[in-house]
């Protein structure tokens, strides 16, 4: 693997994956029904220039190339999992309650309930129908969608719970962040034909880098830079999400650990600014945030290790590492 | 075709589809995670002998059959549409807020509306799984469950219009009703390998079907009997729902219509009792209910001319004939 330029490079090949997947995604959103089509553009901000980044389609398209497929054979398995993860992020950001994303309202909050729900089953059969000619490729996303609502149903009863332990937090990052990634990664080998044991070293490739991904996430929700992240740092604090640097810091046992209880549990409203700005001193103080650190560089170093396992060649390979270069940074 | 003794036949042939699609669905749902896989077996009420009667399924082997397909070939589309029509069961109950199915409590009165969502999406997920294999199959699916996205958009709509068209109206009883029945009996012909207008002659019999059976429904859920139907008779003018025959007589010109439209505009809360016996006599007066029996008729008689075209021989044929009457009978 040669020498790479991270951001740029990444940054560029994200731009590409659009440029290559956006007609395949405009084609399956103009299948749906209206009022359905109409929302489902207002989700992917296409005309705003606020789309998301398509990380999961560039893995793919990435992958594929990098394990000698044809970009183009892959590009309907990265139109299928972009549409399945815009699926989820819809249905999730209704469960959640979430009122934003990328700075607009969210389905749920701009069209109700309802919309959200149907947008969101309408974008998941798209996927399928998207897939349907790889029949290998529509078996690994249904196992990632699974995998989908098992995390997002774990994280949904942590939320009333006071005894989440570290290792089913992590599960539940696992599912639900790291999954689709895995799959993605793996479905990039699929389309190029690549054999079994190079497919299953790309799909550790993206779970470590899913992990890796919400491990950031999570140190950025806490003491990132608003400015910088563009996600507005505190929120999860504020409405007591329990993510990996806070049940970390829950279950370190000691004194900052029974204090960061007391200001976690067992309220019900949101967190003010102070005990926003006390629960982040006590989770670095618990020893959350170093274990954050130390779990990130864990994962990231295991992608890497998967990466190499999978032997993958020319300028794909470059762009792999440049993406996951970018998926574990810290000013992102 | 040769005669037939409709109830019994049918009857009998309905726990055979059952019988033959219980391991294929038991299967699907046992892939599901917990508390998923709890919540959709809930649904299914298997260990309740309280479960649907997979008319769907039904159809999809007995089309097969009559086309001469062996049974065993199509359980995996008999499988797949019931799946798909429990997803399309346990979302729409969310949407509509409808308390109670076959006699208990619906999914999300039972487990909340976020579990009701994830139970939905897992069941649409295994549904793919399930029709992975047969790619034709799974786009025809894809098809019918747009059309129910589409026909239920509709359906919410309508309750807060008041200028709701017959055509329309109708429009949204074949997207809701007609679509999937339709594509049932279609599947069971593209899993039998019959000739295209085979097919296609096929799926016109499922469609008239669906739209005899809503009429029916319709008609029974005005003035049926509870103790005979097993549904609450006046429950759809309680909550003002517009029906087929409902909207026949709002469009009906002249006074009953008139005061019908008093009645069920522009309301919020429910009609109470005396209300919903004046609605129930100004439909029939206005001619909604003789619209609705005519109409019925006439897709009971489309249903059997699309049958005939099909072509079907043997046992197959005479179920296909036994299933239409039952889903047209009057005291179902």
């Not at 309220?267 to 006590?282: F, N, R, T, Y």
Request: charged share 25%; aromatic share 4%.
């Amino acid at each position: 693997m040669t020498a790479v330029r991270p951001g740029a490079d990444a940054e560029e090949f994200l731009l590409r994956a659009r440029r290559l997947t956006g007609p395949a995604l405009r084609d399956a959103v103009r299948r749906l029904p209206e009022p359905t089509r109409g929302i489902a553009e207002y989700h992917f901000s296409w005309d705003h220039g606020q789309a998301g980044k398509s990380v999961r389609a560039a893995l793919v398209l990435a992958a594929a190339e990098a394990l000698h497929g044809p970009p183009e054979d892959a590009v309907s398995g990265a139109a299928g999992v972009e549409l399945v993860h815009n699926f989820s992020l819809i249905h999730d950001d209704l469960m959640d309650r979430d009122p934003l994303r990328r700075t607009r309202p969210t389905v749920w909050s701009a069209y109700g309930d309802s919309q959200a729900i149907l947008t969101g089953d309408a974008l998941l059969v798209v996927a399928m129908h998207v897939l349907a000619d790889h029949p290998p490729v529509l078996r690994e996303v249904c196992a990632a969608l699974l995998a989908l609502v098992d995390g997002q149903s774990a994280d949904l009863a942590f939320e009333s719970r006071t005894d989440v332990g570290l290792d089913e937090c992590v599960r539940m990052a696992a599912l639900k962040t790291g999954a689709l990634l895995a799959s993605s990664c793996a479905i990039g080998g699929m389309l190029a034909r690549a054999e079994p044991a190079r497919v299953e070293a790309l799909r550790r490739f993206g779970h470590h880098l899913g992990l890796a991904f919400q491990l950031v996430d999570d140190i950025l929700g806490i003491w990132g830079q608003t400015q910088v992240s563009g996600k507005p740092v505190g929120a999860d604090l504020r409405r007591r999400k329990k993510s990996l640097p806070v049940v970390a810091a829950l279950n370190a046992g000691g004194s900052h650990a029974r204090r960061l209880r007391e200001i976690y549990h067992p309220g019900a409203g949101p967190l003010d600014d102070d005990d926003i700005q006390s629960a982040a001193e006590l989770i670095e103080l618990a020893g959350g945030r170093a274990w954050a650190e130390r779990q990130a560089e864990h994962h990231r170093t295991g992608a890497m290790a998967a990466l190499a396992a999978a032997e993958p060649t020319g300028e794909g390979a470059e762009i792999l590492v440049a993406l996951a270069t970018l998926v574990c940074r810290r000013d992102r």
